[in-house]
C-alpha cells in the first residue's frame, strides 16, 4: 500500500497523549500513522483536507521506533543452527515471540557450522517484512566458522576454518549462497582476511570482527578495509594491553578512515562483562554500543544493568542505541529506527498482550513493525530481554558528540550503535552454542 492509491484510502490513526522519540528528544507531540508509514500531519491536513480516522489515547507512555537485534541465536527452545526441515517455522516462532519484547526487526544467527548445515539452513531464513505475525528478518549474521581457535569460546573447534588460496571462494564453498546473508563475523588476523572483507562488503554484507585474537593494527587495518562492527566487545577477544590495546583499542583508534563509523556490541548482562569494563566503553563513547548474543538475560535486565553499570544514560539515547544505531548499521536509517515522516510504522505489540510487564502500557498499529511504545517507568522488576548500541566518533572529527547508550524503560531493547556495543540474549529457553 506504500506509496499508492491503497495507502491513501487506508485509516489514519493519531496516537496522543504520548511522548515520541524524534531528533534526539522526547516530544509531547502525536503521532500520525497511515498504511504502515509515519505521516506528517501538516501535508494530512492542508494538502488532504483529512482529518485522523481513529485516535488512540497512549496514556502518556513513550512512542519509540522498534528495536531491532543484530545476533540473536535463537530462543524460546529454537535453535537456528540446527539444519532441520523446520528452521522456517523455528525462525517465525522466534519473531512472533520477541514482538512482545519490542523487538521488530532481526538477524538470526548461526554460529560455527559444518558447510552443509549452512547449504541446507540458509535457503530456508529469507528476508522477510515484519508485520502482527511477528518481527522482520533483515538477513542472517554468521558468526563463524571463519574464527580464532584460542577465542572460539563455545564454538565448535571441528568446523572452525581459514581462509586458503582462494579466499572469497572458501567462503562461498562453506557457506553457499548468500542471498539472505546480511552479517559475518570473522577474525581480522586470519591470512587474506581482507580480501574476503572486501567482498563481502561489496555486495552489502556488513562485516563484523569477533572471536579474535589480533592486534590493533590488525583490526585498523579490517575496518580500512570495509568492516564496520564489533562482535561482543571485550569477550572472545585479546584483553586490553597498555602496548596493544587489540580489537579494543578501535574505540580509541585515530586510523580509521575519515567517516567510518565503528558499531560494538557488549554483553551487558552482569556476569559477560564486568561493570568497570562498560563503564570503560561507555565513557570511551557514549554512542557505540549494542546487545548481542551470549546471554538469555532478557533485554530490560541487560539494560537495566548497563544504566547501573555507567550511570549518565539517557532514556533517549537507549532507545536510539537500540533501534536508529542498528539501522544506521545496516542502512536502514531512512525506514527503520526512526520516527520520522515517511518512516515504516507498523505494529508493537497489544496492551496487557502475552509477557508483557504490567506498566509497558504497549499499544498495537496494524501494519509493518517498526515501532513500539512504552512507559518510562523503571520501576518493577525486570522482566524482557534488551539489545542495543551506540556509535562513536572518528577523533578530530567535525561531527556532534556520539549518542550515549542508555537502559530501557521497563522493557525490551533491542539493536546497535556506532563504535558502540549492544546487548542482547534471546527471551525463554536458550540456544546451544549462544555463549561467545
Known sequence: MRGGQGAVRAPVLQFTNCRILRGRALLWEDLWVRGGRILDPEK??????????????????ILAPGFIDVQINGGFGVDFSQATEGVGSGVALVARRILSHGVTSFCPTLVTSPPEVYHKVLPQIPVK??????AGVLGVHLEGPFISREKRGAHPEAHLRSFEANAFHDVLDTYGSLDNVRIVTLAPELGRSHEVIQALTARGICVSLGHSVADLQAAEEAVQSGATFITHLFNAMLPFHHRDPGIVGLLTSDRLPRGRHIFYGMIADGMHTNPAALRIAHRAHPQGTQTLSGSIAPMDVCVRHFLQATAGCSVESALEAASLHPAQLLGLEKRKG????GADAGQGPTQGGPGQPEDAGVLGVPGQTSWCSMTPSMSGPPTSQASWCGRRRRPGSDRGPWLERTPSPSWTLSGLGRRGAGLRGASGSPAPGGQP
Open 338 to 341: 526512526t520516527l520520522d515522516f
Open 129 to 134: 517484512s515484519g508485520g502482527p505475525h511477528g
Open 44 to 61: 494530512l491536513f492542508f494538502e488532504e483536507r483529512r482529518v485522523a480516522d481513529e485516535q488512540r489515547d497512549c496514556g502518556g507512555c
